[in-house]
């Protein structure tokens, strides 16, 4: 069981930044990916950007060229930089761990953004 804890969620003005962490309980040694994904209120939770063990990366077309993620294999962590926030970036913003057959989320941190 890997247990997956997310901060650094909150409030900021339209073309503000925050950056998210999402530490891991425990060290995944086979290939992996985290990542992650949002949901906004009567939405469907979406991607928002992963990152696999090897750093390759993925994002969501809304969010390309605003948000950078990144991991540190060291402290078992992963971050999403979020630059440029608009206000359709509302939402709680989930961390996802996913390896071999596992698949495991974090409880989530709301991002508001809003004047």
């Known amino acids: 069981q890997v247990q997956l804890v997310e901060s650094g969620g909150g409030l900021v003005q339209p073309g503000g930044s925050l950056r998210l962490s999402c530490a891991a309980s425990?060290?995944?040694?086979?290939?992996?990916?985290m990542g992650w994904y949002r949901q906004a209120p009567g939405k469907e939770r979406e991607l928002v950007a992963t990152v696999t063990s090897s750093r390759n990366t993925n994002y969501a077309d809304s969010v390309k060229g605003r948000f950078t993620v990144s991991r540190d294999k060291a402290k078992n962590t992963v971050y999403l930089q979020m630059n440029s926030l608009k206000p359709e970036d509302t939402a709680v913003y989930y961390c996802?761990?996913?390896?071999?057959?596992?698949?495991?989320w974090g409880q989530g941190t709301q991002v508001t953004v809003s004047s």
């Open positions: 996802n761990l996913r390896y071999d057959i596992y698949n495991y």
């Open positions: 425990r060290n995944i040694f086979t290939s992996n990916v």
